[in-house]
């Protein structure tokens, strides 16, 4: 084992890895290794300039003793390398070990002789790092380990469908899916914060015995931990680090309005002038998929869209905003399927027919790693959308949706998908994001999936096509509290999950009332959803065209009768009541990464209660939210951390520190205001 001090880093060497520590950030480290001859210089989520600590870090390099049994000792090398309150110890086999001050928070697992009678002594070959060279090619498979620290709670790393937001215990696959967002950014309940800074394709296990962390294709190790004594403060130094959410445009804070799928510029006017008729605002209209010719033309059918730029200006007019839907994926019919696969600005196929995705058509994605597919695409949506006055876009299928998830199958300008897929639909966004925030105005776009450092991007994130299920709901409360935890603020959901069967199911609307009641406090108002039944008939008998996809049923405020509607508008004049409190919760994600929406914990990390609640939230600091998510229940149990709090709809004050049960009538969610 070799030391050095390289400018304030410490540097190592041990049998043919590098591995390099140094200060980034407030009381944060970044660690990289490689079996390389020098590193990549790739930053990954990594992207921001960040302020070091007023003193520079400090490396020492000293011999201590070591007993190695029968009495004796011998001196063995290890080095330290301190920034602010986190600390990094570096022993004479390689295994790191961190302190936040002089408390122990996570170390390098290792199981095998080093020549000590230390813990991890042992014969088992096991140890902290290990690279697998992949036949062939340059990269290596990873495995990282480290000690499983009891007692322990791990929040964040993006959005899984699952029970569980306390995710000790839980394998995650590191890839991107439809309704799944990899960010691998975790926020540990001992008061560290840890980033796998490798958008590989892969998996972390958080296991009992001990944590795990898997690139299946890499260069190198990358991973970044930081040290505090709360959540907000560890967030807040996550997010200097990889980027914070720019400002939200005010007039999009209220409703949005969606629904698979308005197939003609006369339905979108119509809908928008019942709205206005009914003295509804709604700040923006979503414009959804196969308005277009087909597949990757990213351009209306002017069969049914005949005025794409008139019926811009009358919405313009009556004070709303217009988001349109773009796919990556391009049919070979496409008009620019010939010259993109000819430049070489498609994904490539490492095996059989070029062919990624497959639904509506035979068609080939596109190489969002490539800077001149990107420009490519900018150049078309410009030139059919954005010159019309189009005022976002609502990039679907991001991850990106492949037919089969089979990424040993793709390759990229950046190199095997296995190695950089989890990066997509960032550089996805950036498409869209760069050429519009050169403009100076805020950037909105809405996207299914994302990866860390997504949320300087104009990101708002949404959960993807979920059921239309209490248990759907439920899950999506956990999904977004850890969005947030992972430093993604913006984030929603389809108001009443996504799949319907039957819109007229009294049981489906009550869920509809229930989920548009959590939505109203969440960063993001949007209604939309596939409603069925199926019997609406197509537009045009071609197979292709803006005419001959399915449509689902309505999908307004109204459209889910009288009862319904009543309720859904007073909650409608909730958020409006709302908007200044909801803008100094957007300001606040801008200035130190805070979410919208919070865990309790997030404010009240001092009481252990808090840490073991998934079903109720925070709304900023002042609102407790506590969502039904039941069929036919009516009334919930909440529990109160310790302070004053007002229900909402009584106006009776409670003192916290227990749990209170609290009646929640079909028009009513329990929300606690701090008094």
């Not at 068609?363 to 597919?373: G, L, S, T, Y």
């Amino acid at each position: 084992m070799r030391f050095e001090n390289d400018n304030g880093a410490l540097v190592f060497y041990h049998q043919g890895e590098q591995v390099r520590i140094e200060a980034w950030g407030s009381d944060a480290l970044r660690v990289r290794s490689t079996m390389q001859s020098a590193f990549s210089g790739n930053r990954w989520a990594l992207t921001e300039p960040v302020e070091q600590e007023t003193a520079p870090a400090q490396v020492t390099i000293a011999k201590e003793p070591h007993w190695v049994g029968d009495g004796s000792y011998d001196e063995r090398e290890i080095a330290t390398i301190t920034n602010g309150r986190i600390r990094a110890v570096v022993n004479f086999v390689g295994i790191i070990s961190f302190y936040r001050d002089d408390t122990l928070l996570l170390r390098e697992y290792f199981r095998s002789y080093d020549g000590t009678l230390s813990r991890e002594s042992r014969c088992l070959k096991v140890v902290n790092r290990t690279w697998k060279g992949i036949i062939g090619g340059s990269e290596y498979s990873l495995n990282v380990k480290f000690e499983s620290n009891r007692g322990e709670k791990l929040f964040g790393m993006g959005q899984y469908q699952q029970q569980d937001m306390d995710l000790k215990g839980c394998v995650l696959e590191l890839a991107q899916r439809n309704s799944q967002i990899s960010v691998p950014f975790a926020v540990s309940s001992l008061g560290y914060g840890f980033l796998w800074n490798n958008p590989a394709v892969g998996r972390v296990t958080f296991g009992k015995n001990y944590t795990e962390w898997i690139a299946r294709s890499t260069r190198e190790m990358d991973y970044w931990i930081t040290a505090a004594d709360t959540p907000k403060e560890i967030l807040a130094n996550y997010t200097a680090a990889t980027g914070r959410a720019g400002e939200f445009p005010e007039d999009l804070m209220g409703l949005w309005q969606c629904k698979l799928r308005y197939r003609t510029q006369a339905e979108v006017l119509e809908v928008a002038h019942r709205y206005q008729a009914e003295g509804i605002k709604i700040d923006q209209i979503v414009i959804d998929f196969f308005h277009w010719t087909v597949q990757g033309d990213w351009k209306f059918d002017k069969t049914y869209w005949p005025d794409p730029k008139a019926m811009v200006d009358e919405l313009h007019s009556m004070g709303i905003k217009v988001l349109v839907s773009v796919w990556p994926s391009v049919d070979r019919k496409s008009e620019n399927f010939g010259p993109m696969m000819e430049q070489g600005l498609l994904i490539k196929t490492e095996r059989g027919a070029a062919q990624t995705y497959d639904y509506q058509g035979d068609c080939v994605e596109i190489d969002v790693f490539n800077p001149k597919a990107r420009e490519y695409v900018w150049e078309v949506c410009k030139r059919n959308y954005y010159d019309y006055g189009i005022d976002a876009f609502w990039l679907d299928n991001s991850e990106p949706d492949f037919g089969v998830y089979d990424f040993e199958q793709y390759r990229y300008a950046a190199g095997p998908a296995l190695a950089v897929s989890s990066l997509y639909p960032q550089l996805y966004s950036r498409v869209f994001y760069d050429p519009m925030h050169q403009e100076g105005r805020p950037v909105a776009n809405l996207l299914r999936c994302a990866w860390a450092g997504s949320q300087k991007y104009g990101n708002v994130v949404w959960s993807g096509d979920v059921p239309s299920t209490f248990e759907a709901l439920a899950d999506q409360i956990q999904c977004g509290l850890n969005m947030g935890l992972a430093g993604i603020p913006w984030w929603t959901t389809d108001v009443g999950g996504f799949m319907t069967d039957d819109v007229n199911d009294p049981d489906f609307r009550e869920l509809l009332v229930r989920w548009y009641q959590f939505a109203v406090y969440s960063a993001v108002l949007r209604m939309h959803g596939d409603r069925g039944p199926y019997n609406i008939p197509p537009m045009d008998e071609r197979d292709w065209g803006g005419g001959y996809l399915h449509t689902g049923q309505p999908n307004e405020l109204w459209s889910y009768g009288e009862d319904v509607y009543a309720i859904l508008r007073h909650y409608y004049d909730i958020r409006i009541g709302l908007h200044d409190y909801i803008k100094s919760l957007y300001d606040e994600a801008s200035e130190n990464g805070s979410p919208l929406i919070r865990a309790l914990f997030y404010e009240f990390p001092e009481d252990s209660a808090c840490w073991e609640l998934q079903d109720q939230y925070m709304f900023g600091s002042r609102y407790l939210v506590a969502p039904i998510l039941q069929l036919h229940q009516r009334e919930r149990q909440v529990y109160l951390p310790a302070g004053a709090w007002r229900l909402t709809s009584t106006g009776e004050v409670f003192q916290g520190g227990c749990r209170v049960t609290v009646a929640a009538p079909l028009d009513y969610m329990p929300v606690f205001e701090r008094v």
